[in-house]
């Protein structure tokens, strides 16, 4: 399988719907990053959850997942499951994070994701971020969701584990799904390292893809 990167990277943009998004469907990618690219910014923008537990939930599960990065996370307070009838405000959010970054690489839900909080986030990110790199992430529930990935990237099983345990350490909220357990995580993991020909992987959706062959 051939290998495309994205260049220098030294700006990421990470948004989420809910606290514990990013993490779930790019918490790997987001640690083999920061880890490769000392001093990397990383630019979060969470929907929900600000104000309260999960919040706190998230800033410190940020923290962990960009160990050295330029860590700048924003948490704000839409009603959870109810972003699509606050678009005007979700999109606002969006235009003020394309307003102060020019990022490399942008992590998002995917466009075809069955919560309507991911999915309305994943349709406003490309009118924002329109000359970038979007790589759509997939989160593991019940909804049965999962699609046919367009990119990978492989993780060591170091990463793998690391994501996994961080998981569990910093989202308690969270531990009573029954989805949110190692066995998911990993399962996933290894069956997209499986497509990409590596032990584990992260998979995404891109959407729109310019090569430079002729460079």
Do not use: N
Not at 130 to 142: A, C, N, S, T
Not at 162 to 170: C, F, G, P
């Amino acid at each position: 399988m051939r290998g495309l990167g994205t260049g220098p990277l030294e700006r990421i943009v990470a948004v989420g719907a809910h606290c514990d998004d990013i993490a779930l469907g790019a918490g790997g990618t987001l640690l083999t990053a920061c880890r490769a690219h000392p001093g990397l910014r990383v630019d979060a923008l969470v929907l929900t959850g600000g104000g309260g537990e999960r919040e706190e939930e998230e800033r410190a599960a940020l923290a962990a997942f960009c160990p050295g990065a330029d860590l700048r996370p924003t948490v704000l307070k839409l009603p959870d499951g109810r972003i699509p009838g606050r678009w005007e405000e979700a999109k606002a959010a969006v235009e003020e994070l394309r307003g102060r970054t020019e990022p490399d690489l942008v992590l998002a839900p995917r466009t075809e994701d069955a919560h309507q909080d991911h999915r309305c986030l994943a349709r406003l990110v490309p009118s924002a971020f329109r000359d970038h790199l979007v790589l759509g992430y997939e989160i593991v529930k019940w909804d049965g969701d999962l699609a046919r990935p367009t990119a990978y990237q492989p993780l060591s099983p170091e990463t793998a584990e690391d994501k996994v345990r961080l998981l569990q350490e910093h989202y308690p909220s969270q531990r009573h799904r029954p989805w949110y357990d190692r066995e998911a995580f990993l399962g996933l993991a290894r069956i997209r390292g499986i497509e990409c020909h590596a032990r584990y992987a992260e998979a995404f959706a891109v959407t729109k893809l310019t090569l430079t062959l002729g460079e």
